[in-house]
């Protein structure tokens, strides 16, 4: 039965686990970082498959006037259940009178589709530009 959280987790290799099964290796070259990183996000919502760590929504920001999803994850053998849908659908609803909600994500027809059904506009259909800078 999957279960749902809003308790921070510090289980370094339940993090690793889960970021490795979707191929996001660059949070995970050092458990510590990533463990902090959850640990001073603003808010974390997981999902559990009888204590195993299958999907994760991470947030930044400062809880009053902006929003930043950093991550949202779901292992593979998970997804097209709606955990990334509940995972979502959760943390908007848990920030409803924020304004600005933004996140930076790969550019594909099923990501696009997935974060316009929660009302999410993609920048380049509009009058906003994002811009970003990466190492």
Request: with cysteine; net charge neutral; aromatic share 14%.
């Amino acid at each position: 039965m999957i279960t749902f959280s809003d308790k921070k987790i510090y289980n370094q290799n339940d993090l690793i686990e889960l970021y490795e099964s979707v191929g996001w290796t660059n949070y995970t070259k050092d458990s510590q970082v990533l463990a902090n990183a959850i640990k001073h996000s603003l808010y974390v919502y997981t999902a559990w498959d009888n204590g195993t760590l299958i999907g994760l929504i991470r947030c930044i920001g400062d809880g009053t006037t902006i929003l930043y999803i950093q991550d949202i994850l779901v292992r593979p053998d998970y997804q097209h259940i709606q955990v990334g849908s509940t995972l979502m659908k959760h943390t908007l609803d848990h920030f409803p009178d924020i304004r600005q909600k933004v996140l930076l994500t790969e550019e594909t027809p099923k990501t696009r589709k997935f974060y316009e059904k929660f009302g999410f506009s993609s920048c380049d259909q509009g009058t906003l530009v994002a811009f970003y800078r990466s190492f």
